[in-house]
C-alpha cells in the first residue's frame, strides 16, 4: 500500500470528533459522494437528448474530435446506425464501461497510488470531463475522461468508508453505508432535476455546467478531509494463504454468477429509463403540470431514485412482518419479485402507448418509474445481500466485482436494443422491455429451489 495512506498523528484528534455518532471522515465521504453522484446522474440524465436534439445533427457533428473514426469503429461491431441508434449506443457504451472501469480503479488503488489518491484524482477526472462536455470538439474525450475518472473514484471511495470501522463492528458499518447511501440517493435525485432544469432554461451546455460545478464541489470537499481518510484506521491483520474452493464452494460460486446474470435482464428493462424512455417520454408525453413543463430529464433518474430512499422504511416492515410469520421471501424470491415489478412498469407504457389519444398523460411515465423504483429496492440490495452473505471468503471480493459486472453487460445491451426503437412502434418497444424483465422473473422463481438448495440459507 501507497505511504500516503498511513495514519498521521494529527488525524487521532480529528478523528475523536465524530459525524452523527459516527467517525468524522464519513461526512467527507458521503459528501463527496453526493457531489459526484449528482454530476453523473445530472450529466446522463441530459446525454441521451443532448446527443438526439443537437450534438448529432448537422453543424455540430463535424466539430466533434475523432468522431468519423468513432461512429465507423462503432458501426463496424454494431452495424449501420441512425443518428437516434448510435445515441442509444453511445448512452449504453458509456454507463456500460462506467460500471466496468472500477475493476482496474480498485487494482491501480491497490498496487500502486492507495485508495485516497485514486479517488482524488478520479474527481480531478471527472470534473475536467464535466467541464470538455461544454464544447462539441472534446465530447468524445469528455466521456473518457468521465468514464477513467469514475473507474477511480467509485470503487475506492466505497471501499474507504468500511475502513472507518473495526471487522468485528458490523453494526457500525451498517450504520455508515446507510448514511453514505443517502448520499448516492440525494445526489441521483438532485442531479437530474437541476441539470434538467438548467439546461430546459439555458441550454444544454447550463445543465452540464453545473454538473461540473458539483463535482468540483465534490473534489474540494474530499480534499477538504483528505487527512481524516486513512485506510489505517483500523488495524487489519494480512489474512493467511488462502485455502483452495471446494466441491461445494465452487458449485456456490455457480450458482450465485447464475443469479447475477439473472438480475442482468430486470437491468436491461430499469436502465432503458434513461435511454430510450427519456427519448419516448419528450415525443409521446404532455409534459405540461399545472402551468409548467416538466423538463423530460426529470424522468431519467430522479423520480426511481427519490421512491428508492422513501420506499425503503415501508420496505424493512413488511419484510420483518413477513419474517415474523416465517413468510419473508429469500433473496432469489425478491429478485424475482423486483423482476415482476419491473415487467408492469414496461406494461404500463404500453398502456399508455396503446390507450391515449394523442399524447400521453404525464401521470404514466411517473407511475412508471415509481414502480421501476420499488423493483429496484427488491433486486439490487438483496443480490448484494446474497453475494456478501454466500461468497465463499477466498473470492467474496471478485463476486462482488462481478455483481457490477452485471451493468457493464446490461448497459451494453440496453444501447444496442435502444437502436430498434426507430424499427418498432413504442408500444412494440416497452413489450419487448416488459418480455425481458419477465423472463428474468421466470428464470429467478424457476431456478429458485435448485439454486437455494446450493446456496447456504441465512
Keep these: 500500500m501507497n505511504s500516503v495512506d498511513g495514519a ?164 457500525g458499518r451498517t450504520r455508515g453505508f446507510s448514511i453514505y447511501s443517502m448520499g448516492i440517493n ?89 435511454d430510450m424512455g427519456l427519448i419516448w417520454i419528450d415525443r409521446n408525453v404532455d409534459l405540461g403540470l399545472l402551468g409548467f413543463h416538466v423538463p423530460a430529464g426529470w424522468f431519467g433518474g430522479a423520480v426511481d431514485s427519490f421512491v428508492s430512499i422513501v420506499s425503503v422504511p415501508f420496505l424493512i416492515i413488511l419484510w420483518r412482518f413477513q419474517a415474523a410469520r416465517g413468510a419473508e421471501p429469500s433473496e432469489v424470491a425478491k429478485i424475482g419479485t423486483g423482476a415482476v415489478i419491473a415487467c408492469v412498469a414496461n406494461l404500463l407504457l404500453v398502456a399508455g402507448c396503446t390507450l391515449s389519444r394523442g399524447r400521453v398523460p404525464v401521470l404514466v411515465p411517473f407511475t412508471y418509474d415509481v414502480l421501476l423504483g420499488v423493483a429496484f429496492l427488491y433486486y439490487w440490495p438483496p443480490l448484494l445481500a446474497l453475494v456478501s452473505r454466500a461468497a465463499p471468503p477466498q473470492v467474496r471480493a471478485t463476486l462482488m466485482g462481478t455483481v457490477f459486472m452485471s451493468l457493464f453487460l446490461s448497459n451494453i445491451t440496453l444501447g444496442w436494443i435502444g437502436g430498434l426503437y426507430e424499427r418498432m412502434t413504442p408500444a412494440q418497444f416497452w413489450t419487448l422491455h416488459a418480455a425481458i424483465a419477465a423472463s428474468g422473473a421466470a428464470l429467478a422463481f424457476l431456478l429458485k429451489r435448485p439454486l437455494e438448495r446450493v446456496i447456504p440459507s441465512a
Design 186 to 274: 440525494v445526489g441521483a435525485v438532485a442531479g437530474p432535476v437541476l441539470c434538467a432544469l438548467l439546461a430546459q432554461l439555458y441550454g444544454w451546455h447550463a445543465g452540464f455546467g453545473l454538473a461540473g460545478i458539483l463535482m468540483l464541489a465534490g473534489l474540494a470537499t474530499y480534499l477538504a478531509g483528505y487527512r481524516t481518510l486513512s485506510v489505517a484506521q483500523r488495524a487489519t491483520p494480512r489474512p493467511a494463504v488462502a485455502r483452495e474452493l471446494d466441491r461445494a464452494e465452487w458449485r456456490i460460486v455457480g450458482a450465485l454468477i447464475v443469479v447475477i446474470l439473472i438480475t442482468v435482464f430486470q437491468s436491461i428493462a430499469y436502465y432503458q429509463n434513461a
Design 8 to 171: 498521521l498523528p494529527r488525524e487521532r484528534a480529528a478523528q475523536a470528533r465524530t459525524f452523527f455518532g459516527e467517525p468524522r471522515a464519513l461526512a467527507y465521504l458521503a459528501f463527496t459522494e453526493a457531489w459526484e453522484r449528482f454530476s453523473y446522474y445530472g450529466m446522463a440524465a441530459l446525454l441521451v437528448l443532448y446527443m438526439t436534439q443537437s450534438l448529432l445533427l448537422p453543424g455540430h457533428v463535424e466539430h466533434v474530435a475523432g468522431f468519423v473514426g468513432f461512429r465507423r469503429t462503432v458501426e463496424s461491431v454494431f452495424g449501420p446506425m441512425s443518428n437516434l441508434a448510435l445515441a442509444s449506443q453511445i448512452y449504453g457504451l458509456y454507463t456500460g464501461f462506467v460500471y466496468f472501469t472500477p475493476v482496474f480503479g480498485g487494482l491501480i488503488a491497490d498496487r500502486w497510488i492507495g485508495q485516497r489518491a485514486a479517488v482524488a484524482l478520479g474527481a480531478v477526472l471527472m470534473s475536467a470531463g464535466h467541464i470538455a462536455m461544454a464544447f462539441d470538439a472534446s465530447f468524445l474525450v469528455a466521456l473518457l475522461l468521465l468514464v477513467v475518472g469514475c473507474g477511480l473514484l467509485k470503487g475506492n471511495i466505497s471501499t474507504q468508508v468500511g475502513t472507518l470501522y473495526a471487522d468485528d463492528d458490523s453494526a
